[in-house]
């Protein structure tokens, strides 16, 4: 249950690895209630960034909560270590590499901050709107979102020969003239 929730909430919040283990549960929740959106303050730039708690993410939080709240922990994702009041960066990535294995693919290939950008690069797909994964992301700088997506001259390309600004007519017409 732990697992899914942080997976869940780790595709949805967007957020870097130290960003997502630190998440306490008041900012995500209203008492027993996950919210729909929550926002936090990223350590990286000190600014806040809003996410969405999809319904799969608050169903998975839900399913947890009567367990973590046995332990008294403030944090989603405590340490059992009591040195730590949350899991390290560390424990998050071999929670991902483990999670890369179980569903066959190479562990060497993703990490910790492919959870990050799987939902903003996936918005930008469908959207094209670099702007709203710009501010989903928190970037202060458009040139930081371009890179961040990879986003190459091709794929610009792509998207603006799908774009029709007027109706052409058939090319059939146009050779009768």
């Known amino acids: 249950m732990r697992d899914l929730a942080i997976f869940n909430l780790a595709i ?39 996410f969405e708690i999809t319904e799969q993410s608050r169903r998975s939080v839900e399913a947890w909560l009567p367990m973590l709240r046995t332990t008294g922990s403030r944090y989603l994702v405590p340490s059992r270590l009591h040195t730590s009041p949350h899991i390290s960066t560390r424990q998050y990535a071999r929670l991902v590499h483990r999670w890369v294995e179980s569903a066959g693919l190479e562990s060497p290939s993703y990490g910790t901050h492919s959870m990050r950008r799987t939902k903003a690069s996936r918005i930008y797909r469908k959207t094209g709107n670099l702007r709203a994964v710009q501010l989903l992301l928190g970037h202060t700088k458009l040139e930081s979102t371009v890179r961040y997506l990879r986003i190459e001259v091709d794929d610009a390309l792509n998207m603006a020969e799908q774009i029709e600004l007027y109706r052409r007519p058939p090319a059939s017409t146009l050779l009768s003239r």
Do not use: E, Y
């Open 12 to 50: 949805d919040s967007k957020l870097r690895a130290f960003d997502l283990v630190k998440l306490r549960l008041d900012d995500i929740c209203s008492g027993t209630i996950v919210r729909r959106r929550a926002t936090t303050i990223q350590k990286k730039t000190g600014r806040a960034v809003q």
